[in-house]
């Protein structure tokens, strides 16, 4: 039984795209189209787009999120942007240790830890990511690749301090790819974080912690993936850039719960 605790989260992630005049576009459709959806819904844009974007957003319901950030307070640290500067630009999430950070920009477990703590300071509600690599999932890792990731990552806190931390788990070879995970699939990782969790931080960490799926989620996956017992939202690229495809995700329809 889900948890009434678990509110669901709908956060697109617009990576590296669209111009400021788009970004508000937009935007504004997000905020308009989702009004009645029973779910927390959120934008992670682009650095440059975050002010602009926040404009648009303010006084909704609609939060707004960065994509990383850097987990030093200030200083030479050229090309980055730190956990104020993203609080200070109106985003009150933040994605951290995406699976594109980590194969194309090196980013470590080690890395998503202390961009956590950073983000938990500045009180952003961080979105984690973990997954596996198809090589991993074919060889029978996956498990050991989601406890590693998630041990790492939510490494040393206070439990009272991670109260706010939200997990996607985003299987490499489902992102940008057009292949869902099945339903089955996304549940089997789900339930087995939620355990790896509790072992983390105990029972009642992992009974409400949320747990989003992300990889390929269209209008045409979502209701049967937040079905599952163990998904409590959705992380979505391509179809978060699509307006009417991101409120029709974003009010998912799901008869009850298992
Ligand atoms: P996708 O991306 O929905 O385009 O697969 C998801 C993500 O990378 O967060």
Redesign the pocket.
Known sequence: MTSPVRRPLIAG?W?MHLTLAQSVELAKAVRESTKDSPAEVAVCVPFTALTVVAEVLKGSHVRLGGQDLYWEPQGAFTGEVSAAQLADAGATHV?IG???RRRLFGDTDEWVNKKLKAALAAKLVPIV?VGETLDERQSNKTFRVLETQLAGGLKGFAPADVSAVVV?Y?PVW????GVTATPAQAQEAHSFLRQQAGKLYGEGFAAGLRILY????TPETVDNLMAQPDLDGA??????LKAAAFMRIARFQVAAKA
């Open positions: 992630n990576k994605i995406h699976s594109e990511c996607a985003e489902a992102i940008g790819t992300g990889g390929s989620v992380l979505v690229g391509g179809a978060s």
